[in-house]
């Protein structure tokens, strides 16, 4: 039998909400979460992005809220959650499912000045949504008081911990009462999650609604084995062979992903980038654009892209594949929301084969492999040293090379930082990975027919060379 949101003990302000946007059966997450935390209990949720789980902690801590009004201008409850763009949908999830209630909301996240958020909480707040460093330095700066919170959801704890969050998370977790409910989501349980669990929730019931890390089955998935010179053309046959029209394309740096998006671009396709060079508001105008359809296709580097709750996503591409396996459930996650079917294609150069066979380990399938004109049997039997990333030159040398041309230090750097505060993370490997390199042109005849890139001439002007090329 499919239970209904309003066999759920939810109250009436709240149901009104669901209705209007038309939800009626809540996701298995929202079924489970929302009645243990109805009935006070601590929760850990194991669950993807795309299984509904900001809805699963929003609704009971409305209900909660509402139902024990106080005078007290402090919040009583906390949501942290590990990117702005996650903070910020979690804060619209709170108007949406909100609307009929007379709750307060306040997001406070970095890249953006904070005093507005200071006059924000100053003026009173139920609902504090928080990415960890802004909240730190609001803490610093006593301009929070977190002595009132009932509540305390800690949202993506995966995230947190690849971002180099744990730490914050622990002295913010410490700062709050002991007597408060506490709900912690998850898409995977390492131990250092679990130890987080247990240092913080209290006899929690776990709720696991996918099996850890493996990706949903609405989502097709496929291997293009492929030269890195060959991606950007791979990528053009495909975008209009399944007429493609809401792509989220990964790619591995911040450099790499502007260059992408301006080589679409050129080719007449709506394209835009984001990653932690942009500033809030050009990610939110590019987040915009990808919602309405004006941008076909979003370039992003992972950590940018984390928590991006666009429904419509058709395609899911890994230009280049994520260094750390998870990532590769997260970015695919992506596709085939709420019940849709979707698509996730990875191209898969020589360098990237290693990374190809863990994520197989982890899927515990074989990814089938796509027919294409460009296929690359170097790519498909790469062993060894030849399916590795090659060595770069050193982080240092790299950091401080002199750019001949300008007389500029380079000032390449990590796209695994947090884009909130700018420290390093665990993830910084993933730019210090080798491929391929943009800048220097490709001599030698198109192979893609009449597709241009900019100019007439195809190959020369695509801007898309790989390492040896450069020699
Ligand atoms: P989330 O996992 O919270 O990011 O949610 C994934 C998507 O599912 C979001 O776009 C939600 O708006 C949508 N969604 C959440 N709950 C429901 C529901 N009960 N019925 C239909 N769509 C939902």
Do not use: W
Not at 90 to 102: D, V
Not at 124 to 151: C, H, S, W, Y
Not at 365 to 371: C, D, K, L, V, W
């Amino acid at each position: 039998m499919t239970i209904k949101f309003d066999s759920l003990k939810i109250i009436e302000p709240i149901l009104e909400a669901l209705k209007k946007i038309g939800y009626v059966t809540p996701t298995p997450i929202q079924e489970k979460t929302i009645t243990l935390a109805l009935d006070n209990k601590d929760v850990i949720g194991i669950a993807q992005t795309g299984t509904g789980k900001t809805a699963a902690f929003v609704i009971p801590l409305l209900q909660k809220l509402h139902l024990k009004p106080s005078r007290t201008k402090s919040p009583r409850a906390l949501v942290l959650a590990p990117t702005r763009e996650l903070a910020a949908q979690i804060g619209q999830s709170f108007r949406t499912y909100g609307k009929f209630l007379k709750l307060k909301h306040v997001e406070v996240y970095g890249g953006v000045p904070i005093s507005p958020q200071i006059r924000a909480l100053e003026r009173g707040v139920d609902i504090l949504v928080a990415t960890p460093g802004r909240l730190m330095d609001l803490m610093n700066q006593r301009e929070v008081d977190l002595d009132k919170i009932d509540f305390f959801v800690l949202d993506e704890a995966d995230r947190m911990l690849d971002m180099g969050f744990l730490k914050d998370v622990r002295k913010i977790a410490e700062e709050l009462p002991t007597k408060k409910q506490s709900l912690f989501f998850s898409a995977t349980m390492s131990n250092a999650i679990i130890n987080l669990t247990k240092d913080f929730l209290k006899n929690p019931a776990k709720v696991q609604i996918t099996p850890q890390a493996t990706p949903v089955e609405k989502i097709k998935q496929c291997v293009y084995f492929v030269d890195q010179n060959d991606k950007i053309e791979l990528l053009l046959d495909l975008y209009y062979q399944d007429k493609m029209d809401c792509v989220l394309l990964f790619v591995k740096g911040k450099h790499r992903a502007d260059k992408i998006a301006k080589l679409l671009n050129k080719n007449k396709i709506a394209t835009d980038a984001i990653h932690g060079n942009k500033s809030q508001g050009q990610r939110t105008k590019a987040l915009g654009n990808f919602k309405s359809g004006k941008v076909k296709v979003l370039v992003a580097t992972d950590i940018a892209a984390r928590g991006i709750d666009v429904h419509n996503i058709s395609h899911v591409i890994n230009f280049d594949l994520p260094n750390e396996t998870e990532n590769y459930v997260h970015r695919i996650g992506r596709t085939a929301r709420a019940g849709k079917q979707g698509n996730a294609y990875s191209f898969c150069a020589a360098e990237d084969r290693n990374f190809l066979n863990e994520i197989e380990k982890i899927t515990k399938r074989e990814m089938p492999a796509g027919q294409h004109k460009y296929h690359s049997h170097k790519a498909k039997d790469a062993t060894g040293v030849n399916a590795k990333p090659k060595p770069r030159t050193s982080r240092f040398n790299r950091v401080n090379k002199i750019n001949p041309r300008s007389g500029r230090k380079n000032q390449e750097s990590s796209d695994s930082r947090d884009e909130g505060r700018g420290r390093n993370s665990r993830g910084r490997k993933s730019s210090s990975s080798g491929g391929s390199r943009f800048g220097s042109r490709r001599k030698g005849s198109s192979s893609s027919g009449a597709r241009k890139f900019g100019s007439r001439d195809s190959r020369k002007s695509s801007g898309f060379s790989s390492r040896k090329g450069r020699r």
